[in-house]
């Protein structure tokens, strides 16, 4: 009887789900930027509890502070937009009342979530009752810089999430705040909406038109939907939206169509919606409403990259492209009622599943990189010969090669910006290639569509897929569900050992990572295909004899479709051992990895390191490919033409990745450089070192990191005893340990390290600290303070090469990018570098031989332009502590990449009006290519 009751519960629970109610009054006021609602919420308690207080979502009121989640999310990923922007930018919702049955009921915002509004009832909810509450509230539009969403600065109106919303309750309650991700657990609900609008905008929904009303100043448009999930609403002045109507069903759309004519849009649209609706079924509603920012948000990676007038795909193909992608995304969205914040890999699975499928039936031998793969001089490229859905696996290894991979059942808001956007969409949709290659028979595609037309419209889950997927199938797909999408788990084997005879083959495959995968192994005739089997449960090593059937060679993961971190050993000869060594493969420029060859590449280089050697001109020899490598090594030869010289660097590393540890990766090697450091005057360096590095394991988006750093500094100099930066010991080894802690971020940044050098005369210790505030008033503060001391100095008396700097290091080390690093006059003297002492102004005492103390401070006086002042202690051997201080105005035009200092009040006096004032400006800039890409890692990563 109780089984019988629990499954009348649930069929009424499913069946009364779709009975929510939204019926929402809405009079817009575009001037004001603000809506003025009158909003009715009906919602079924489906649980089996009592519940006297619920919650509901305002993400309108998000924006309303620079400390909100969404205004942290923002700021995480060095966006400044929201927090430089001005209070009446940034949009909030204010709630005038809350009733139920008319009486007045208790409400708060959540501390920390101003977006999420805890209700005390007035009247408990029991199971399978309803709710009904009336809202009384105001919303004021966001600037839609921020999120795509709210108003541009043409005056439209885009909204999502504008209206409050009920939080789902299955148990436990389901809300979480706005933090830019799109992903809103909403219940499905019968939704009524009335806007009233200024006359002159056009209106663009997925609702139904029910009614219009036409006044003199203003309309009034009727909105109506059963089972909605999609409220989005457009209000354009000049709407670019476009109606594709078929027989019952509409394309409302506004993505770039690539200047298409309209017969072939609407052929592609065609083609798109039949692929969908041959594989999901009929869309549950009238109209699918595809838009740009569903683009810009979600886009073709790779087409989006390249400017416009680069077209290595035909028109058709990117427009094809695109509208499918939105397409799967908005159908998925608005049909299967999950959890997307914590069960997002699933939409996004099947999303690059089809997408992938859609190619290989459409396009299949459409190009990685398209037509320019046909170019001379690119087609004996790796890149060129690879098939368009071969970008899938190389997107996800960028991040899996590099340790910064993340589980796929993680919570959405708990990823990289790169994860949640590109690699864990890309894993998803290859795992389920790779569950449908392993199950066979197509059984994978047909199960994913039979969930998708049986869970229409109903809650569902990962638990709920698995569960559907393993009914369909006797395999053991444990492994799917346990190993690739809950963990971090890297795929990795190898053929360990082949032994054959005329009639079989025995093989012993090694599983290089701790987990239940399983492997396919081909055997090959030439390039044919003679026999394919499915290896499961390897757990360190398995031997299994095969048929020979004429085959010479076997090959682990031959079609590619499972995600493996390592090809380059999936494969033996069966001719003997010469043919198991890869041949090596040189090629001009970098290429992406072919796992069949020993690659070699070859690059042209051209660089201004310094004024000695001037323009350089050479060629490196490396193996670094698109993806990283455990082992790297380099060898750049080049000639300076200024010196007319042969300069040059070399290096060797090996990185080792620890996973589900704060201790992540450990590198060690050797590098060694040759260079002009003074006019005709020559540096070698050569240092071994070893560094490991930490981060929070338990929080990647954390951006608190520590770097533990032990290296030898080997230095042979030419000697010059008539330069300025010399000493009476040109060569010297300096054994160097430092520590660093830091956590970069856009509103608090802070980083300190401490540092200990010792040489053949001198040993010495310092410490760093750096802190940087973005306040709420858009004021900037910068603090530095360093501190060091010589802890035994026996180095030569007259000579400061060794010694603290105030304002330039030397830099004995040859660790700063300076392009004059030897002049004490010109331009080139001028160059900034914020270490040691900080100080700008170049004053009498520059160098500290005992102990130096220093603070560094600057503030904001309008916009990219900061007042600085520098105070500080210079100890110098019999000498007593010197008092220094300097002050002035730092143009701030790329923080820590390009900077001018320009000196006013100083232990010199009023700087600014002594002679020759253009020779104390200092300025800072960097053209590390490395450097400056590293302003773009920094919000994806």
Do not use: C
């Given at each position: 009887?109780?089984?019988?009751?629990?499954?009348?519960?649930?069929?009424?629970?499913?069946?009364?789900f779709?009975?929510?109610?939204?019926?929402?009054?809405?009079?817009?006021?575009i001037?004001?930027?603000?809506?003025?609602?009158?909003q009715?919420?009906?919602?079924q308690?489906?649980?089996?509890?009592?519940?006297?207080t619920?919650?509901?979502?305002d993400w309108?009121n998000?924006?309303?502070t620079?400390?909100?989640?969404?205004?942290?999310?923002?700021a995480?990923?060095?966006?400044?937009?929201?927090?430089l922007?001005?209070?009446?930018d940034?949009g909030?919702?204010?709630?005038?009342?809350?009733?139920?049955?008319?009486?007045d009921?208790?409400?708060?915002?959540?501390?920390?979530?101003?977006?999420?509004?805890?209700?005390a009832?007035?009247?408990?909810?029991?199971?399978?009752?309803?709710?009904s509450?009336?809202?009384e509230?105001?919303?004021?539009?966001?600037?839609?810089?921020?999120?795509?969403?709210?108003?541009?600065?043409?005056?439209?109106?885009?909204?999502r999430y504008?209206?409050?919303?009920?939080?789902v309750?299955?148990?436990?309650?389901q809300?979480?705040?706005?933090?830019?991700?799109?992903?809103?657990?909403?219940?499905?609900?019968?939704?009524?909406?009335?806007?009233?609008?200024p006359?002159?905008?056009?209106?663009?929904?997925?609702?139904?038109?029910?009614?219009?009303?036409?006044?003199p100043?203003?309309?009034?448009?009727?909105?109506e939907?059963k089972?909605?999930?999609?409220?989005?609403?457009?209000?354009s002045?000049?709407s670019?939206?476009?109606?594709l109507q078929?027989d019952?069903?509409?394309?409302?759309?506004?993505?770039?169509?690539?200047?298409?004519?309209?017969?072939?849009?609407v052929?592609i649209?065609e083609?798109v919606?039949?692929?969908i609706?041959?594989?999901?079924?009929?869309?549950?509603h009238?109209?699918?409403?595809l838009?740009q920012?569903?683009?810009?948000?979600?886009?073709i990676y790779g087409?989006?990259f390249l400017?416009?007038?680069?077209?290595p795909?035909?028109?058709?193909f990117?427009y094809?492209?695109?509208?499918?992608k939105?397409a799967?995304?908005?159908?998925?969205?608005?049909t299967?009622?999950i959890?997307?914040?914590k069960?997002?890999?699933?939409?996004?699975g099947?999303?690059i599943?089809?997408l992938?499928?859609?190619v290989?039936e459409?396009?299949?031998n459409?190009?990685?990189i398209?037509?320019?793969?046909?170019f001379w001089?690119v087609?004996?490229?790796?890149a060129a010969?690879?098939?368009f859905?071969?970008k899938y696996?190389l997107a996800?290894?960028?991040?899996a090669?590099?340790?910064?991979d993340q589980?796929?059942v993680?919570?959405?808001d708990?990823?990289?910006k790169f994860?949640t956007n590109?690699?864990?969409?890309y894993?998803?949709?290859i795992g389920l290639?790779?569950?449908d290659?392993?199950?066979?028979?197509?059984i994978?595609?047909?199960?994913?569509?039979?969930?998708i037309?049986?869970?229409k419209?109903?809650?569902?889950?990962?638990?709920?897929?698995?569960s559907?997927?393993?009914?369909?199938?006797?395999?053991n797909?444990?492994w799917?569900?346990?190993?690739?999408?809950?963990?971090r788990k890297?795929?990795?084997?190898k053929i360990?050992r082949?032994?054959?005879t005329?009639?079989?083959?025995t093989?012993?495959?090694?599983?290089k990572?701790?987990?239940?995968m399983?492997t396919?192994?081909?055997?090959?005739?030439?390039?044919?295909?003679?026999s394919k089997?499915w290896?499961?449960?390897?757990?360190?090593?398995?031997?299994?004899?095969?048929?020979?059937n004429?085959?010479n060679?076997?090959?682990?993961n031959?079609?590619?479709?499972?995600p493996?971190?390592?090809?380059?050993?999936?494969w033996?000869?069966l001719?003997?051992?010469?043919?198991?060594n890869?041949p090596?493969?040189f090629r001009l420029?970098?290429?992406i990895?072919?796992?069949?060859?020993?690659?070699?590449?070859?690059?042209?280089?051209?660089?201004f390191?310094n004024i000695?050697?001037?323009f350089?001109?050479?060629?490196k020899v490396?193996?670094?490919?698109?993806l990283k490598?455990?082992?790297?090594?380099?060898?750049?030869?080049?000639y300076a033409?200024k010196?007319?010289?042969?300069?040059?660097s070399?290096?060797i590393?090996?990185t080792?990745?620890?996973?589900?540890?704060?201790?992540y990766?450990?590198n060690y090697g050797v590098v060694?450089g040759?260079?002009?450091?003074?006019?005709?005057?020559?540096?070698?360096?050569i240092?071994p070192?070893?560094?490991?590095?930490?981060?929070?394991?338990?929080?990647?988006?954390?951006?608190?990191r520590?770097?533990l750093l032990?290296?030898?500094?080997?230095?042979h100099?030419?000697?010059?005893?008539?330069?300025?930066?010399?000493?009476?010991?040109?060569?010297?080894?300096?054994?160097?340990?430092?520590?660093?802690?830091?956590n970069?971020?856009l509103i608090?940044?802070n980083?300190?390290?401490t540092?200990?050098?010792i040489?053949?005369d001198?040993s010495?210790?310092?410490?760093?600290y750096?802190?940087?505030?973005?306040f709420?008033?858009?004021?900037?503060?910068n603090?530095r303070?360093?501190?060091?001391?010589f802890?035994?100095?026996n180095t030569?008396?007259?000579?400061?090469?060794f010694?603290?700097a105030?304002?330039?290091p030397?830099?004995?080390?040859?660790?700063?990018?300076?392009l004059?690093?030897s002049e004490?006059?010109?331009?080139?003297?001028?160059?900034?570098?914020?270490a040691?002492g900080?100080f700008?102004?170049?004053l009498?005492t520059?160098?500290?031989?005992?102990?130096?103390?220093t603070?560094?401070?600057?503030?904001t006086?309008?916009?990219?332009?900061?007042?600085y002042?520098d105070?500080?202690?210079v100890k110098?051997?019999s000498?007593?502590?010197?008092f220094?201080y300097?002050?002035g105005?730092r143009v701030?035009?790329?923080?820590?990449y390009?900077?001018?200092?320009?000196?006013?009040?100083?232990?010199?006096g009023?700087?600014?009006?002594?002679?020759?004032y253009d020779?104390?400006i200092?300025f800072?800039?960097t053209?590390?290519?490395?450097?400056?890409?590293?302003l773009?890692r920094?919000?994806?990563?």
């Open positions: 009887m109780r089984f019988l009751s629990f499954i009348l519960f649930s069929l009424i629970s499913l069946k009364s779709g009975q929510n109610k939204i019926d929402l009054k809405a009079v817009f006021d001037e004001e930027k603000q809506i003025k609602i009158s009715t919420i009906q919602y308690n489906i649980s089996q509890n009592v519940l006297d619920i919650y509901l979502s309108a998000s924006y309303a620079k400390k909100t989640p969404l205004a942290i999310r923002i995480d990923e060095y966006i400044n937009d929201f927090h922007a001005k209070n009446e940034r909030f919702s204010v709630i005038t009342s809350i009733k139920q049955n008319n009486k009921v208790t409400f708060q915002e959540l501390k920390n979530q101003p977006d999420i509004i805890k209700v009832l007035d009247k408990s909810l029991l199971p399978n009752e309803f709710y509450l009336h809202l509230y105001i919303v004021q539009i966001p600037d839609s810089k921020f999120t795509n969403y709210g108003i541009t600065q043409n005056g439209d109106l885009n909204l504008w209206y409050i919303t009920p939080a309750y299955n148990g436990e309650w809300y979480y705040s706005n933090k830019n991700l799109d992903d809103l657990y909403i219940p499905k609900s019968d939704i009524t909406l009335e806007i009233e609008y006359n002159g905008y056009k209106l663009t929904s997925e609702l139904d038109i029910s009614n219009t009303i036409q006044l100043k203003k309309q009034i448009v009727k909105l939907g089972d909605r999930l999609n409220t989005k609403i457009f209000l002045k000049n670019d939206f476009e109606t078929t019952n069903f509409s394309i409302v759309s506004n993505i770039n169509d690539e200047n298409l004519e309209v017969i072939d849009k052929l649209t083609k919606m039949h692929f609706f041959e594989n999901f079924g009929e869309y549950p009238k109209k699918l409403l838009t920012i569903d683009y810009d948000k979600n886009p087409l989006n400017p416009s007038f680069i077209k795909y035909p028109s058709h990117q094809e492209l695109k509208l499918l939105i799967l995304q908005n159908y998925l969205e608005n299967l009622l959890n997307p914040r069960e997002q890999w699933l939409l996004d099947i999303q599943y089809y992938m499928n859609y290989d459409h396009y299949p459409m190009k990685f398209g037509s320019i793969a046909d001089g087609r004996s490229f790796h010969q690879m098939k859905n071969d696996i996800f290894m960028l991040m090669r590099t340790n910064r589980p796929l993680m919570p959405k708990s990823l990289l994860n590109i690699a864990n969409k894993k998803a949709g290639k790779y569950l290659d392993f199950v066979n028979n197509d994978v595609e047909n199960s994913i569509e039979d969930f037309i049986e869970n419209l109903k809650p569902t889950s990962t638990k709920h897929f698995e559907f997927i393993k009914s369909k199938t006797s395999k797909i444990d799917f569900f346990e190993d690739f999408i809950s963990t890297k795929i990795d084997f360990k082949v032994s054959k005329e009639d079989s083959v093989v012993i495959i090694k599983n990572r701790d987990n239940n399983p396919s192994l081909y055997s090959l005739n030439n390039d044919s295909i003679v089997i290896i499961e449960n390897i757990d360190k090593t398995k031997t299994i004899t095969i048929p020979r004429n085959a060679k076997l090959v682990l031959y079609n590619s479709v499972i493996e971190i390592n090809s380059r050993d999936n033996k000869s001719k003997g051992f010469f043919f198991n890869k090596l493969q420029l970098k290429d990895e072919d796992p069949n060859y020993n690659q070699v590449f070859f690059m042209p280089t051209a660089e390191n000695y050697d001037g350089t001109l050479g060629f490396y193996n670094k490919t698109i490598k455990l082992f790297d090594y380099k060898i750049e030869p080049r033409f010196s007319r010289s042969l300069t040059g070399a290096s590393s090996q080792h990745y620890l996973e589900n540890n704060d201790l990766a450990i060694g040759y260079s002009s450091y003074a006019e005709d005057l020559f540096v070698r360096k240092t070192s070893i560094s490991f590095f930490f981060r929070e394991d338990d929080d990647f988006r954390s951006n608190k520590k770097s032990f290296r030898y500094i080997d230095i100099r030419d000697e010059d005893v008539t330069n300025t930066f010399t000493s009476s010991q040109p060569n010297y080894n300096i054994f160097n340990l430092r520590y660093i802690h830091s970069d971020n608090n940044f980083k300190w390290y540092d200990f050098q040489g053949a001198f010495k210790l310092s410490f760093n750096e802190y940087r505030r973005l709420e008033s858009n004021r900037q503060l603090v303070f360093f501190a060091g001391t802890l035994k100095n030569d008396i007259n000579s400061d090469y010694s603290f105030l304002d330039r030397t830099d004995y080390l040859f660790d700063y990018n300076y004059g690093r004490a006059s010109g331009i080139f003297s001028q160059q900034y570098i914020d040691e900080g700008k102004s170049k009498a520059p160098f500290a031989n005992q102990w130096i103390s603070f560094n401070t600057s503030t006086l309008w916009k990219y332009i900061l007042a002042g105070i500080g202690l110098n051997k000498k007593t502590a010197n220094v300097d002050s105005i701030n035009l790329v923080t820590d390009f900077e001018i200092y320009f000196p006013i009040y100083s232990n010199l009023w700087e600014i009006g002594q002679p020759n020779q104390k200092r800072k800039f053209l590390d290519p490395q450097a400056l890409l590293g773009f920094r919000r994806w990563y």
